[in-house]
């Protein structure tokens, strides 16, 4: 296909297809879905570090609300996270992860680190901040 046939949508889309079949791979036997994989990383990558919401992963992953609290229920389901009080807000709950969860993290951190390396082998810096550059401004374009 000619450069100038190309349509960026197809693009993102092929790419995010292929990065969830590799997701898939990397945790293997159905131990996490992709999203559950990508939102466990997250939660553990910042465990202990701050307090942690739902409004982040919305945040993080460009979530609505509805798809976030889905996804946080099926992590809680599984015993993969807990949601606790604080004590300055009552309306509000802090997500942990749970012992369980922790027995993964290193399963889950190394497997996301692999993918990451895998997909951006031989790519140099420069172009990898043309790429953050261009799908930020994508991502505020979608946002008008």
Do not use: W
């Amino acid at each position: 296909m000619k450069q100038e046939e190309r349509i960026a949508m197809r693009s993102i889309k092929r790419l995010s297809n292929g990065i969830s079949r590799e997701m898939c791979a990397a945790f293997g036997s159905g131990m996490f879905s992709g999203a559950q994989g990508r939102t466990l990383h997250f939660i553990l990558a910042t465990h202990q570090k701050e307090d942690l919401f739902q409004k982040d992963i919305e945040e993080e992953f460009g979530l609505r609300p509805p798809t976030a609290s889905a996804l946080l229920k099926e992590l809680e389901q599984r015993g993969l996270i807990r949601k606790e009080p604080v004590p300055y807000d009552a309306r509000r709950k802090k997500i942990v992860a749970t012992e369980e969860a922790l027995q993964y993290k290193d399963c889950v951190l190394s497997g996301l680190e692999k993918l990451e390396q895998k997909l951006t082998a031989g790519i140099p810096d420069e172009e990898m901040q043309v790429f953050f550059t261009v799908t930020d401004k994508m991502l505020k374009n979608l946002a008008q």
